[in-house]
């Protein structure tokens, strides 16, 4: 090694680490005044300044007016400017795909709600990537501009590599869903997270969790499974898959099959195919009738909605199914001591009647000193909760990195749906 190669390395490494440290002080405290940016990371003032004119003349940060003064003159104020790039995220489960472009301040600039007609992996990919084309053509967005695509599916989800081991509801095992979206589209770095993961993510950033750092967040949907969140961070367990509840034993014989192969699984017991097709056995067709649906084409969005829920055979379904949940949620409470419950997916919009015998079951079987403090509460998030949590998660990992820009441009072949 040549003398001076370690030393101008270390300068380099440096300055890239204090680019970073003022990037991500401005995008977490903005508004920020360049003195407040000084004193809350330690550099000096000349530092900061030059940092700060570099991301102004990239587009990363910009100037948005005066703040207040304290005896000197008005400080200018510097925020990071959303539209310095954008984030193409994806929520998948089987027969469904939710797609959208999001600035980097949040905003949703374009989104889809896919059917997937197939949930063969290769399928799957060529629909998400249809739709980003489409949400391209739709904005005007270069896809240069997306810096990072992530996903969120169901199962055991290996995020270091993008690996779906494997998905009882997609029926996958093994499928590199990172790798085969990123190749087609254009190199876009993918992460993808279990779907109750990136829900817990989103509800503790964007909904009822927001600034909760303990909170857990069961996603009831055709599938089951729970994201944990313990000091602010996703607790994945050894290999990323705790969590998996769905696939709890509730009941050690004689229950129902679940997709995963064995029986008396929660998620058998109380999954929405479940609640739809005890639904379907319970309506009569001219009750059906009345309200304009039928039998064979009745959706758990229909079961868990107005007019329906309110019949006295719906909520007697969902007051045992919610029972159940109770049941869960009282063994998550005492494993985890979260702060807030937040119940979420399909079946948690039939609200307090899910709800109320979900909570009261819960405080019934775990110790009072631990579950009387925990707040239960439902989604309330206007945006899909996993959607926006995938959303984050791949904005952290575009922060992480200096120079956004240093990707090499590529292009992808977007499939026309």
Known sequence: ???????????????????????ETIRRQGPIARHEVAKLTGLTPPTVTVIVNELLAEGVVREIGFGESTGGRRPVMLALNPRAGDVFAVRIQR???VTALLDLGAEVLASQVLRLESHLPGE????????????LEATGIRL???????????????????LVARSSNLDWENVPLGKMLSERLGEIPVHVENISNA????????????????????????????????NGEIFGGARGYAGEVGHMVLVPEGGPRCACGREGCFEALCGARTVLEKAKEVLDEEVLKRYG????DLTI?????????????????????????????????????????????ELA????????????????????????????????MSQDPPLMGAYALALEKIFQVDDWRTRPLRTASFARG
């Open 1 to 23: 090694m040549l003398r001076g190669e370690k030393p101008a390395s270390k300068s380099r490494d440096l300055k890239v680490l204090n680019r970073l440290l003022v990037r």
């Open 199 to 230: 829900a817990a993510v989103g509800e503790r950033l964007f909904g009822s969790g927001r600034g909760c750092p303990n909170l857990i967040y069961l996603n009831l949907s055709v599938g089951i499974g729970a994201g944990i969140v313990i």
């Open 144 to 162: 240069g501009d997306v810096f990072w695509c992530g996903v969120a599916s169901p199962g055991l989800v290996d995020s270091s590599c993008g």
């Open 95 to 97: 027969g469904q795909a």
């Open 124 to 135: 799957v990919v060529e629909a998400v990537v249809g739709s980003c084309g489409q949400l």
């Open 349 to 380: 919009r039939a609200g307090s009647v899910l709800l109320e015998p979900a909570t009261r079951v819960a405080k019934e079987r775990a110790l009072g000193e631990i579950v009387n403090p925990v707040r239960f509460v439902l989604s309330g």
């Open 301 to 345: 969005a229909e079961v868990v909605s107005r007019p329906l829920v309110e019949l006295p055979e719906i909520q007697e379904i969902l007051a045992e199914v919610g029972a159940m949940v109770g049941i869960a949620l009282a063994n998550l409470v005492s494993l985890f001591n979260p702060e807030m419950v937040v119940l979420g997916g």
């Open 293 to 296: 649906l039928k039998k064979d």
